[in-house]
C-alpha cells in the first residue's frame, strides 16, 4: 500500500484560503497540532491524513522521521511500510474496508491482526471479504485474551495449534487456555515456559496440575525475567533446571534469581560471566567470580562488545583472559574508547578490527586503528561494501587497503549499485559472481548495469535467480543470453 499516491493538484502547504481547517491549523500553529492532535492519532489514521493532500502527507512524514513514537524511521519508504502495516487498519469495518480498496495485503495477516485486536466484527467482515487465515487467528487472540474471537474463530474453522495454547499462558489468560483445553487444543512445554517467562504463576500450577509438559525451558525463562517465586514454585515441584538458568539471570543482572540458584544446585558455566559481562551487569560479575563461576576471554569480548569499560577493566584487573576478539568486537560496534584502553593495555589485534570496523561503517574507529598500526586486507574493502558504506571504502582505498574481486559481488549481492559503480570505476576486479550475487539478491537495476558495462556471468547467474525466486531477474537475464 503506497500512501504516497496523493492527487498532483493537492494543496502546497501555503497558507491560503482554499486550504483545509487541519492545514490552517497546522500552518499556524503547528508545534500546538503536533502536540494535541498528531500525537492522539493512530498509525490508521495517520495514514488517512497522508492522503489528503501533499502538505499533510508532509506533516505525517516529518511526524515519523522527526517523532515518532514507533522508533527511528529514516526515509519516505520506511515511513510508507509502517503506515501501510495491515494492523493500522483493523480498528474498524470502514478503516479495513477503505485499507483493502488502496491495496493493502489481503492475506492471513488480515484476520490474525483482527483477532490481536480483538475485533469481531472486523474480523467476520473479513473472513467474508476472502483473506484466508491460519493458525495465528487464534494465537493472536489467545495473547491477548479474547475469548469471544476465539470462540469464533474456531467454530467457524479456523485452524490452532500449541502455539495457541502457550499464547495464551504468555498473556496470563487463564479462562483462555482452560476453554481452550476443554476444546482439544494441544499444547507442549513452551506453555510453561510463556507463562514461567511472564511471570503467570497461576497459570503454571493449573498447566501443571492439568498435565502440561515442562523442561528446563521453564526453569531458564523465569529465571531471565527475574520471577524467582516461579523458578523457586518451579524447582520445588521437580522442573529439570541446566546451566542457562544462571545464564539467563546473569544476562537481565537478577542476582538474587542467581544467588538463590547456585544456593539450590542450580549449574553454571562461562556463560554466567559472559552475559553478565555484555550486559554491563559488574555486581553480578563480582559475585558470581567471587562464588567459583568460571570465564575465559569472551568475558572480556562480550564486555567491550557492548561498550562496557569499567566491566572490561575489572576483568582484566582480576586476571581474565583475553583475545583478538576483545579488539574486534569494540571496533565492530563503534566503541572506540574501549578499543583505545584495550589496546594501552596490551589487548591483542588482527585484520579483523579494521574488518569490523568497516563492515558496520565506524570510519572513525577504522582511521585510529590503522594510525595506530591495525593490519588489514581485503576484507576491509569486502566488508565496507556489502553494508553499502561508501565513504569507509573510499577512505580505505584511498589509504591503502587491498580489495579483489568479493569488493563488487558483495556491493551487487546487497543491492549497493552506487558502490559498485564506484568500485569499477576506481579499478575494482570483478568476475562472474558479481552478476551471480546481483541475482541471487533480486537486484535487476544492478545486474543490468553489470552486463551494460562487461560484467562477465555463466549458468549461476540463472540458477541464482531461480533459487531465490525472483522470476523477473531469471526472465531478464534468459532474455539478455545468460547461460543455463
Not at 420 to 447: I, S
Request: with cysteine.
Amino acid at each position: 500500500m503506497n500512501i504516497g499516491d496523493v492527487d498532483d493538484n493537492a494543496g502546497d502547504g501555503s497558507y491560503s484560503d482554499d486550504l483545509s481547517l487541519l492545514e490552517r491549523f497546522d500552518a499556524k500553529a503547528r508545534d500546538v497540532f503536533h502536540a494535541h492532535v498528531l500525537s492522539r492519532l493512530d498509525g490508521g489514521d495517520l495514514a488517512m491524513l497522508a492522503l489528503v493532500s501533499r502538505s499533510m502527507r508532509a506533516v505525517v512524514f516529518d511526524r515519523f522521521v522527526f517523532n515518532t513514537p514507533l522508533g527511528d524511521l529514516k526515509g519516505v519508504a520506511a515511513v510508507r511500510r509502517e503506515l501501510g502495516r495491515m494492523s493500522n487498519f483493523v480498528g474498524s469495518v470502514s478503516r479495513l474496508a477503505w485499507a483493502k480498496e488502496r491495496g493493502c495485503p489481503w492475506d492471513a495477516r488480515t484476520c490474525a491482526h483482527a483477532a490481536w485486536k480483538g475485533h469481531l466484527e472486523v474480523l467476520q467482515w473479513a473472513r467474508a471479504n476472502g483473506p484466508p487465515w491460519d493458525e495465528w487467528t487464534c494465537a493472536y487472540a489467545a495473547w491477548k485474551g479474547h475469548l469471544e474471537v476465539l470462540q469464533w474463530a474456531r467454530a467457524n474453522g479456523c485452524p490452532w495449534n500449541a502455539k495457541t495454547c502457550s499464547s495464551a499462558a504468555f498473556g496470563g489468560h487463564l479462562e483462555v487456555l482452560k476453554w481452550m483445553r476443554a476444546n482439544g487444543c494441544p499444547w507442549d512445554a513452551w506453555t510453561c515456559k510463556d507463562a514461567a517467562q511472564n511471570g503467570h504463576l497461576e497459570v503454571l500450577h493449573w498447566a501443571r496440575a492439568n498435565g502440561a509438559p515442562w523442561d528446563a525451558m521453564t526453569c531458564r525463562y523465569a529465571a531471565l525475567c527475574g520471577h524467582l517465586e516461579v523458578l523457586q514454585w518451579a524447582r520445588a515441584n521437580g522442573c529439570p533446571w541446566d546451566e542457562n538458568t544462571c545464564t539467563y539471570a546473569a544476562k537481565h543482572g537478577h542476582l538474587e534469581v542467581l544467588q538463590w540458584a547456585r544456593a539450590n544446585g542450580a549449574p553454571w558455566d562461562e556463560n554466567t560471566c559472559r552475559k553478565a559481562a555484555k550486559h554491563g551487569h559488574l555486581e553480578v560479575l563480582q559475585w558470581a567470580r567471587a562464588n567459583g563461576a568460571p570465564w575465559d576471554a569472551r568475558t572480556c569480548r562480550t564486555a567491550a562488545e557492548g561498550g562496557h569499560l569499567e566491566v572490561l577493566q575489572w576483568a582484566r584487573a582480576n586476571g581474565c583472559p583475553w583475545d583478538e576478539n576483545t579488539c574486534v568486537y569494540a571496533a565492530g560496534e563503534g566503541h572506540l574508547e574501549v578499543l583505545q584502553w584495550a589496546r594501552a593495555n596490551g589487548a591483542p589485534w588482527d585484520e579483523n578490527t579494521c574488518v569490523y570496523a568497516a563492515g558496520e561503517g565506524h570510519l572513525e574507529v577504522l582511521q585510529w586503528a590503522r594510525a595506530n598500526g591495525a593490519p588489514w586486507n581485503e576484507w576491509t574493502c569486502t566488508s565496507a561494501a556489502q553494508r553499502g558504506y561508501l565513504e569507509v571504502l573510499q577512505w580505505a582505498r584511498a589509504n591503502g587497503a587491498p580489495w579483489d574481486k568479493l569488493t563488487c559481488a558483495n556491493a551487487a549481492g546487497e543491492g549497493h549499485l552506487e558502490v559498485l559503480q564506484w568500485a569499477r570505476a576506481n579499478g575494482a576486479p570483478w568476475d562472474e559472481w558479481t552478476c551471480a550475487r546481483a541475482a541471487d539478491g533480486g537486484h535487476l537495476e544492478v545486474l543490468q548495469w553489470a552486463r551494460a558495462n562487461g560484467a562477465p556471468w555463466n549458468k549461476l547467474t540463472c540458477a541464482a535467480a531461480a533459487g531465490g525466486g525472483h522470476l523477473e531477474v531469471l526472465q531478464w537475464a534468459r532474455a539478455n543470453g545468460a547461460p543455463e
